[in-house]
């Protein structure tokens, strides 16, 4: 039972380049989250799906997009990386609709802006 | 402004030390969640609650939503306790708001 994959767990970037975060869930759950993790400060929300075909924004959702492909999938773009946003990227996912039931998180990707 | 504060941020303690970990916030819940982040960087989902109290193990959760305070303990503390311990709430918005974390070190 995989849980919450996401790819790559490490991944350098120049300034300006683009690239994409993947996650993918097997376990049904209809509720996935992009969060990121930076010294000093608490998981912050970027984007969340709450069902398949629906995201919305965060607290910290600017210089990203993200794709709910399916209800397994959630990708996390950057169109145009900034130093500011290195920083440790985690997905998650939740089995209840509406509301957040336990949370399965991926084991994290570190990116670095340079 | 939602707001989570857990304490202490930094907790060094002996082996088979009794461990409180507390998280404090600012307006009411639906739900908190307290999460575990090993060295290597994963985290893991210890309990989720709403009222109460919950118990897996040497680890037990307790909530009270009057004072709007939730401790973690671990019992019978080990090494591989070693980790940070992170509260998360949810405000109702469907979205979680997370403590700065507690970083634990258990002293053989």
């Known amino acids: 039972n995989a849980g919450v994959t996401q790819t790559p767990k490490f991944q350098v970037l120049k300034t300006g380049q683009s690239m994409t975060l993947q996650c993918a869930q097997d376990?049904?759950?209809?509720?996935m989250y992009w969060y990121r993790q930076d010294p000093g400060m608490g998981l912050r929300l970027i984007y969340y799906?709450?069902?398949?075909?629906?995201?919305d924004k965060g607290e910290v959702p600017n210089g990203y997009n993200v794709s709910r492909l399916n209800k397994r999938e959630f990708s996390l773009r950057l169109e145009s990386a900034a130093p500011s946003q290195t920083s440790v990227y985690f997905c998650?996912?939740?089995?209840?609709?509406?509301?957040?039931?336990?949370?399965?998180f991926g084991e994290g990707s570190r990116l670095t802006v340079l | 402004k939602n707001e989570v504060e857990q304490s202490p941020q930094n907790l060094t303690a002996q082996e088979g030390e009794f461990i409180t970990i507390n998280c404090s916030y600012s307006?009411?819940?639906?739900?908190l969640h307290w999460l575990q982040q090993h060295p290597g960087g994963g985290i893991v989902s210890l309990f989720m609650?709403?009222?109460g109290k919950k118990k897996h193990g040497r680890l037990i959760a307790t909530i009270n939503i009057q004072e709007k305070h939730s401790s973690l303990h671990i019992t019978a503390s080990h090494p591989r306790d070693s980790a940070v311990y992170i509260c998360?709430?949810?405000?109702?918005?469907?979205?979680?708001?997370f403590g700065t974390g507690t970083r634990l070190t258990i002293i053989p």
């Open positions: 998650a996912s939740s089995g209840r609709y509406k509301n957040t039931g336990e949370l399965f």
């Open positions: 376990m049904n759950h209809n509720s």
């Open positions: 799906s709450a069902s398949e075909g629906t995201t």
């Open positions: 307006v009411g819940i639906s739900a």
């Open positions: 609650l709403s009222s």
């Open positions: 998360a709430v949810d405000f109702g918005n469907e979205k979680l708001t």
